[in-house]
């Protein structure tokens, strides 16, 4: 068996939504996220999509049974450089829905590009993050990140 064991350390329960969405195309990046991750305990609440497409259909999906807003993700972290559909189209998507304008979205991507950074604000972005290049100091940030996000921030009643 050649299976790797990481790609199946995210939920892919029916019967709920994952807390976090992480979408990102790069099979290494996504490795170390979902370790990270499940050594702060959030593993099981996270989905993990490979491109921008994937992120808008899983997002389409949990709408449609979605009621007041319960069951969407918490918190999206999203790369930039995305297949079939990038990551800034995907945030302009996310950011002009009323139904997911508050799902914080943290931008997770290599990209040191000032246009991009400054069009993700512009849209919406809660947060923009260069990944680091050394995968402990990668674990770390995704680690802290999640549980600002989930544990210390306080969001609006209405997410």
């Known amino acids: ?5 990481d790609s199946s350390e995210h939920s892919r329960s029916n019967d709920r939504v994952a807390d976090i969405l992480l979408v990102e195309d790069d099979a290494v990046h996504a490795s170390l996220m ?8 959030f593993a099981d609440k996270t989905e993990h999509v490979r491109d921008g497409a994937e992120a808008l259909d899983y997002i389409a999906s949990v709408n449609l049974l979605a009621t007041r807003h319960a ?9 930039l450089g995305l297949p079939k559909i990038g990551g800034l189209h995907v945030l302009r998507q996310l950011k002009s829905d009323a139904r997911t304008r508050g799902i914080p979205v943290v931008v997770l991507t290599s990209s040191k590009i000032a246009i991009e950074l400054m ?3 512009k849209l919406g972005v809660n947060s923009y993050v260069i990944k680091p290049a050394e995968a402990s ?4 940030m995704i680690a802290a990140i999640s549980r600002y996000w989930l544990v210390i921030n306080e ?5």
Request: charged share 30%.
């Open 119 to 121: 069009e993700s604000y």
């Open 1 to 5: 068996m050649d299976e790797d064991p």
């Open 137 to 140: 100091k990668l674990a770390e």
């Open 34 to 41: 979902l370790r990270a991750l499940k050594s702060c305990g």
């Open 71 to 79: 069951s969407i993700p918490r918190l999206i972290l999203l790369d």
């Open 155 to 159: 969001p609006p009643p209405s997410v």
